[in-house]
């Protein structure tokens, strides 16, 4: 089949490669209609996340039809229409019994690796790098779905690839980052980034009962569709955040901020930017904390910090002393997709939510490894990319 493989640092190629076998018999093998690109994939792209191999297969927002299925299997079966959560979960460990389904113990099989990293493993994504399992991902023809009883939801209804593809990933990982940030009646929320994971949290913010919703980004598309889901925006090259932030809050602070930026954060011509895009050029990627440094900065006395940007190592300079002593809560995680597959269905059947909005790139296998310049670059007005092998 092809598939997008990882090559190294900026480096991707669609390639001709083996077709997937079942390996367990609670596996199945999908025959993948749309796969999306999603921020994390940049990471990888990028060269952040460490223990990425040559040849990995990307891709872990992916949805498709089952053409072959193990015989363990008893809830899928040949023709099922699912979308596959990017969390490989097994549904019977501790954590997957508490619904933590991205802490999942027993399906990272290099888990090792990760304890040595991290001092636990968490679960084996798609396309995540060895160190999270080494999955082959799904932006590629097929792909190997384990516990299949336990991740993919069959889409019964009408519903078109577009409108479902995104319970994959950054639907459930908006709504959950606006859970995490603990929203009451009326608050005020701040969400960094208007990127398709921002546009999610946006959304779910007002959903769980913001009174406002300010969002942070530099790209004008962004802060445009940011605006036409009723976010106040600030441009952060334009305009300094904290100041903008105290004058919108008459000083309090948002009582609840989200970081959905992550470790690629952008700073504003700092010392840090300077030494940053230096070590970026000889290869050394560290997690960069502007936007988190802010929103702990500017979050009101013992509010919440709920953080759905992806970090993948240590971080300098992060205000924790501030953290401390207003009294923050910070939460933080990879997506309990399993979790959010269900209700979050039923919003987008019952016409609550649309989420082919984010959608900007339709592009084909082929022609994804420009497709990955394009949105790392956010050129061309892309927001999203949905690859159609
Ligand atoms: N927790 C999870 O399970 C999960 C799931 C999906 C994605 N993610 C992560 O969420 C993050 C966002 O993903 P995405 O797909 O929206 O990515 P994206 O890269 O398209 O969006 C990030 C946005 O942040 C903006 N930005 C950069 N620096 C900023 C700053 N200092 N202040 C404000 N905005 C700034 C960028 O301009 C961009 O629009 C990534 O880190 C991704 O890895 C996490
Ligand atoms: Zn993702
Ligand atoms: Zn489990």
New binding site residues.
Partial sequence: MKALCWHGTGDVRVDSVPDPKIIDQRDVILKITAAGI???D??LFNGFQPAMEQGDILGHESMGEVVEVGSKVTKLKKGDRVVVPFTISCGECYFCKKTLF?CCDTTNPNAALAAEAMGHSPAGLFGFSQMLGGYSGGQAEYLRVPHADVGPIKIESGLRDEQVLFLS??FP?GYMAAENAQIENGDTVAI???????QFAIRSAWMLGAGRVIA????TE?LQMAREANAETIN?EEDDVHERLMTLTKGRGPDSCID????????TGTFETMVDTATDKIGIHKDRT??LSQAIMACRKAGTVSI???YTGAADNLPLGAAMNKGLTMKM???HVQRYLKPLLKKIEDGEIDPSFVITHRVELNEAPAAYQT?RD?SDGCVKVVVTP
């Fill in positions: 999603c921020g994390s940049i990471h991205s990933d950054i990982t960094w980034g208007c990127g398709p994971v921002a942070i980004d530099r790209v962004r952060f959905a930026v992550g470790c690629e954060a952008h700073g502007y936007a759905p940007g992806v995680g990879q997506t949105f956010k």
